[in-house]
């Protein structure tokens, strides 16, 4: 998370507390791997991730932070009143480090329905492993909104644990002002990207939210990854990220669905491809109508 607070040096009590937990981490995830690429997502900028008092965190990238996630002790947890899924804050901690997370154990599968938006879903799926996929697929092109998020067991329950942005907001609140408009802006136009490659039905004011120094953040993903060949609204695309594109551009098909693979079904993987392609058709499309510089930056 940018930002102009400095961060604290690490104490040799964090670097040992770290040690351990990215060995405890590696351990946890030899059944849960973390996706890794080359390109834009391989050079991670040091995230400034806050903890429940509003000091940084000590993690310097998302390894660290997914670590901690696998392995905390839960010290405290409560049900958050928003939502229908009734989800659960938890209070982690690990060798003195305390962060917030969510809990989701969200799964629910519906066949032949209609649901509100008007579209016949074959499938339709609300499951807590589109939060993992989400943030796999997003650091593996480099879009840095989606907080690390790991598939973990926890009271008995499958669940994924996502850490807490502390300080949200939505763009409703007041005082909303981004001092920099064109860089909210260009966050926007990756959003949408984003969802329309990962057919999101679920994005609203509520799980698109602004930390601070308004940097957009993304959550709630378990409606996400829809078995579904089209694009949610593909007229809503204006601008498209040339970086994230050609990323997304170099992978072969099995390259894109090894990274989501551990958390998506066969029929999930094979409508994510198909969406690239009608993501391509889409760009070219407006390319064609009013140039590359009117459509990437």
């Known amino acids: 998370m940018p930002g102009t607070r400095r961060r604290p040096l690490r104490s040799r009590r964090h670097r040992v507390a770290l040690c351990r937990l990215l060995l405890a981490g590696a351990l946890a995830g030899l059944a849960a791997p973390v996706a890794t690429a080359e390109g834009p997502a391989a050079a991670e900028a040091p995230q400034a991730w806050f903890g429940p008092d509003g000091d940084p965190l000590p ?14 002790e839960v010290v405290s947890k409560r049900t958050l009143e928003e939502g229908i899924n009734h989800e659960q804050q938890l209070l982690l ?14 799964d629910r599968e519906l066949r032949r329905t209609r649901r509100p938006d008007g579209r016949y879903y074959a499938r339709w799926v609300d499951h807590y492993s589109g939060e993992c996929a989400a943030y796999e697929l997003a650091r593996s092109l480099g879009l840095r909104f989606v907080p690390p998020a790991v598939p ?12 807490w942005i502390e300080g949200a907001r939505d763009e409703n609140a007041e005082g909303f002002r981004p001092p920099r408009p064109l860089s909210w802006v260009r966050q926007v136009w990756d ?15 509520g799980n698109l939210l602004a930390g601070p120094h308004y940097r957009l953040w993304l959550y709630d993903h378990g409606r996400a ?17 040339r970086k994230v594109w050609d990323r997304l551009q170099s992978m072969s ?19 994510l491809v198909e969406r690239r ?21």
């Open 225 to 241: 990854f829809q078995p579904k060949s089209e694009l949610l609204d593909p007229e809503a695309l204006e601008r498209v990220n």
């Open 152 to 163: 973990r067991r926890l009271g008995g329950k499958h669940g994924s644990v996502q850490l």
């Open 191 to 205: 959003r949408t990207f984003f969802d329309l490659l990962v057919f999101n039905v679920d994005r609203n004011a």
């Open 277 to 297: 392609t009608l993501l391509a058709e889409r760009i070219q499309i407006l390319v064609d109508e009013k140039g590359e510089d009117a459509v990437f930056y």
């Open 59 to 72: 993690f310097e990238n998302d390894d660290e932070v997914l670590a901690f996630l696998r392995t905390a």
């Open 253 to 271: 098909d099995e390259e894109l669905k090894d990274v989501v693979r551990e958390h998506l079904d066969v029929d999930q993987m094979t409508t």
């Open 93 to 106: 901690e690990s060798s003195g480090i305390r962060a917030h997370a969510i809990f989701r154990t969200v």
